[in-house]
């Protein structure tokens, strides 16, 4: 067995994916798994190209290059979701997780912005919870952009908090909110 195999399968014995045929990472039975859902499903090289189109499509800045996709693909510290319908990208989330800590860090979501609306970021965000629970995190954190109402009530229906604010966060100077959720 190669090395790419082998982790393969090291995933797949934890319910996880990151083989070209996507896993689902829910549950057949649990109560958002549907006949319409996208499929959420670790990123793969082949994913490269749509994940750089959704970014530069979803953010005017802060975009990750293809160079940091790549790296980021390959990184044991990050995970890649893509949600996965009709054979295309929808959305995307990006996950980063610290050796010898238990808090992960949403990087970012994205939808396709035909598709948003309609669930598939609350897909995505559950989605990575559940993969931070199964890495033993205890809390997950992210920032918004403080002028980016609809992300906000996102997170905030989730059950995340406010823990502060930061000035100047964002490449064009925009403020941001960091909000952190205990993982039961």
């Given at each position: 067995?190669?090395?790419p ?37 670790r ?20 975009r ?6 790549r ?6 510290g990050?995970?890649?979701l893509v ?9 995307a ?13 949403l ?14 970021g609350a ?33 905030e229906?989730?059950g995340?908090?406010r ?19 205990r993982?039961?």
């Amino acid at each position: 067995m190669n090395a790419p195999e082998e982790k393969a399968c090291r995933l797949r014995a934890q319910g996880l994916t990151c083989a070209a045929v996507a896993v689902p990472l829910r549950k057949p039975s649990e109560p958002s798994a549907t006949r319409a859902s996208p499929l959420v499903r670790r990123a793969v090289p082949a994913d490269l190209a749509a994940l750089v189109e959704l970014e530069n499509a979803s953010f005017s800045g802060d975009r990750l290059s293809l160079r940091q996709w790549r790296h980021h693909l390959d990184n044991p510290g990050a995970w890649i979701l893509v949600a996965a319908q009709d054979g295309h990208a929808a959305g995307a989330a990006v996950v980063f997780f610290r050796s010898g800590s238990r808090v992960a860090r949403l990087y970012s979501i994205a939808v396709a912005a035909s598709l948003r609306g309609r669930g598939l970021g609350a897909e995505l965000l559950e989605s990575v919870e559940r993969i931070a629970r199964r890495r033993h995190c205890d809390r997950l954190r992210l920032e918004v952009r403080a002028d980016n109402p609809q992300a906000q009530r996102l997170y905030e229906r989730h059950g995340y908090q406010r823990i502060a604010h930061i000035e100047g966060y964002y490449e064009d100077g925009a403020d941001a909110w960091r909000y952190e959720k205990r993982l039961a």
